[in-house]
């Protein structure tokens, strides 16, 4: 019922930076929280950075300063600013989604797009 479409993954230098982008769509009432989480090889998925629709944020320690997540409601779009990127920040990288629906709050997930930062 809800579709979300990650873009804007890819490779990049260690120190450089990258933009996610991540927009919703089908049939909602509306969308209370909007997050990145990314997922390493071998690792589990972790949560990078969520915003809700006051505009509070939250960010995973590692990621505190260097990253920014950013919303626009109108658009039912959500953007992850990734600067100083290090090796580490390999993963790919979900948008994840609390909607409400006509049955009720749920959660839904991106199929993922890969960043790789490597020299």
């Known amino acids: 019922q809800v579709q979300l479409v990650e873009s804007g993954g890819g490779l990049v230098q260690p120190g450089g930076s990258l933009s996610l982008s991540c927009g919703a769509s089908g049939r909602f009432v509306s969308i209370y929280a909007m997050g990145w989480y990314r997922q390493a090889p071998g690792k589990q998925r972790e949560l990078v950075a969520i915003i809700i629709n006051s505009g509070r944020t939250n960010y995973t320690d590692s990621v505190r300063g260097r990253f920014t997540i950013s919303r626009d409601n109108a658009k039912n779009t959500v953007s992850l600013r990734m600067n100083s990127l290090k090796p580490e920040d390999t993963a790919v990288y979900y948008c994840?989604?609390?909607?409400?629906?006509?049955?009720?709050?749920?959660?839904?997930w991106g199929q993922g797009t890969q960043v790789t930062v490597s020299s």
């Open positions: 994840k989604a609390e909607a409400l629906v006509a049955y009720g709050p749920r959660y839904y």
